[in-house]
Structures are given as C-alpha cells and as structure tokens.
C-alpha cells in the first residue's frame, strides 16, 4: 500500500530523511516515532506530495509517485485522508461545514454529502455538534472532527501527524479507539508519534526514527 525505496529529502543541503526503505501493507495500522526532528512530518508528507525527494522511490496505493505530475496530484489525495496536531478547522464554519467542505471539493451532490456527513459525525459520535462551531468543543471533540473530515471520503490511507499532541490521557484513549476502529473497516492508517503510549503492547508495527534514518523497526 505504501513503499518507500533508498529515499532520500533535503532541505538544502540539510539531509532531513536519508535511505528510507520502508512497507505498509493494505489494511495495516503502523507507528512511526521518534524524537522531535527525527523526519516524521517529513515522510509523511512524502506520502501525499507536499514535498518530493531528492531520490529513491515511492508508491502509494497505485500510484508511482515519481510519475505523478503536478495537476494528478489532487487525484492521488482523493486515496488520502491527513489528521494535524492542530486540527485545522475553520473556526467561522460549523462543525457540519467543515467536513460538508471535503465533500464539495470532490463535486459530491447535496443529498449525498448531507447523508455521508451526517454518517461520519454519528461514527465519531458527535451528530448532536453538527450546528455548533469548533471554538465552542473540546480539543478531544475538534481532533474527531478533524478525523470524520479526513474520512467522510472513505479515503483508502490515513495518515495522522502528531494527532493526540495536544489532547489529555482520556482523550488520546478515544481518539486511537477511532483509528481502530477505522482500521478494522479496512482503512490503512500511519500514525507518527512521540508519545510510546499509544503504540506499547498493541502488537503493531513500530518504526523509529533518528536523524532522518530509520533505527528499527518493532512490534508494539
């Protein structure tokens, strides 16, 4: 599903991740961690092109991505749902309207986007929240809606960066029980973290980072 090969991205002359081989297989759920600057926003922005590297391969689902060209590249995100630290919500929209905007992008009729919105906040189970606006939830409430955003499409891959960051113990719980969730319905989701909690005696792939290279790669 996801395969990386002799990869390498720098920043000038900076090396930022150096001779990344990496595989996820379809259907898996993985861990990337490592210290702050190891390179892990790095590759996964590799993952969905927000940036390209200076060599080595990538594929993505059925895309190669060194054959990708610029205006493809919206097509191969289509395959891709992203979760920030931060979040990202508009906060002059409602919580319905910032996951109906995923939806219009993609050109989704008005029948079919309210049914699919509707859908995804009752999976986070927020349906209630759908006429509030983000500064009036929780930041455990705002990163599900952050999440039903990402996977209202059904995306094939999720990637999440940091996603429990900010949030208290009882919320990160609840949070990766909905990337659980997600993952047995069939998504492949690549999660990047520091926090070792969240992946310890799950009995998942863990990949560590440092200095741009992977150090080893374990089970959880």
Same mark, same amino acid.
């Given at each position: =599903?996801?395969?990386?090969?002799?990869?390498?991205?720098?920043?000038?002359?900076?090396?930022?991740?150096? /001779?990344? /081989? *990496?595989?996820? /297989?379809?259907?898996?759920?993985?861990?990337?961690?490592?210290? #702050?600057?190891?390179?892990?926003?790095?590759? *996964?922005?590799?993952?969905? =092109?927000? @940036?390209?590297?200076?060599?080595?391969?990538?594929?993505?689902?059925?895309?190669? *991505?060194?054959?990708?060209?610029?205006?493809?590249?919206?097509?191969?995100?289509? /395959?891709?749902?992203?979760?920030?630290?931060?979040? $990202? *919500?508009?906060? !002059? $929209?409602?919580?319905?309207?910032?996951?109906?905007?995923?939806?219009?992008?993609?050109?989704?009729?008005?029948?079919?986007?309210?049914? !699919?919105?509707?859908?995804?906040?009752?999976?986070?189970?927020?349906?209630?929240?759908?006429?509030?606006?983000?500064?009036?939830?929780?930041?455990?409430?705002?990163?599900?809606?952050?999440?039903?955003?990402?996977?209202?499409? $059904?995306?094939?891959?999720?990637?999440?960066?940091?996603?429990?960051? !900010?949030?208290?113990? +009882? #919320?990160?719980?609840?949070?990766? #029980?909905?990337?659980? @969730?997600?993952? +047995?319905?069939?998504?492949?989701?690549?999660? +990047?973290?520091? !926090?070792? +909690?969240?992946?310890?005696?799950?009995?998942?792939?863990?990949?560590?980072?440092?200095?741009?290279?992977?150090?080893?790669?374990?089970?959880?």
């Amino acid at each position: =599903m996801i395969r990386f090969t002799k990869v390498s991205k720098y920043f000038g002359k900076e090396p930022v991740v150096t /001779d990344i /081989d *990496l595989h996820i /297989d379809k259907g898996e759920l993985a861990y990337i961690t490592g210290p #702050s600057g190891a390179g892990k926003t790095t590759l *996964l922005k590799l993952i969905y =092109m927000a @940036e390209r590297p200076e060599k080595g391969e990538i594929s993505v689902s059925k895309w190669d *991505l060194r054959k990708i060209r610029q205006r493809r590249i919206p097509y191969l995100r289509r /395959d891709i749902g992203i979760v920030f630290q931060d979040f $990202k *919500l508009l906060f !002059n $929209k409602t919580v319905f309207e910032n996951i109906a905007l995923a939806q219009k992008i993609r050109g989704v009729k008005p029948d079919s986007l309210r049914e !699919n919105v509707d859908r995804i906040l009752t999976d986070v189970g927020l349906a209630h929240k759908s006429g509030s606006f983000p500064e009036h939830l929780s930041g455990g409430e705002q990163q599900k809606i952050a999440i039903a955003r990402a996977m209202v499409s $059904k995306p094939l891959i999720l990637l999440a960066d940091e996603p429990t960051g !900010n949030l208290d113990h +009882a #919320s990160a719980k609840t949070i990766l #029980s909905l990337f659980k @969730e997600f993952n +047995a319905r069939g998504t492949t989701i690549l999660i +990047a973290t520091h !926090n070792s +909690a969240l992946f310890t005696d799950t009995g998942r792939k863990v990949i560590y980072l440092k200095d741009g290279k992977i150090e080893k790669e374990t089970t959880g």
